[in-house]
């Protein structure tokens, strides 16, 4: 293989690696801020229950 196949080759292997870091990172990302709203609903709904049963 030559010199610029081989390096083409490496460039292209990073670049697939970078993309699926960047890929997963992402998922991970919106994955936290779904399981942030999802505890922030649930603490407002306790806020909520436990005013009414205060009263």
Do not use: F, K, Q
């Amino acid at each position: 293989m030559s010199p610029v196949l081989h390096n083409a080759a490496l460039i292209t292997a990073a670049g697939t690696a970078w993309y699926a870091v960047a890929i997963t990172a992402a998922a991970l990302t919106a994955v936290a801020a779904r399981n942030a709203d999802r505890r922030r609903d649930a603490r407002e709904v306790l806020t909520v229950l436990v005013r009414r049963n205060a009263r």
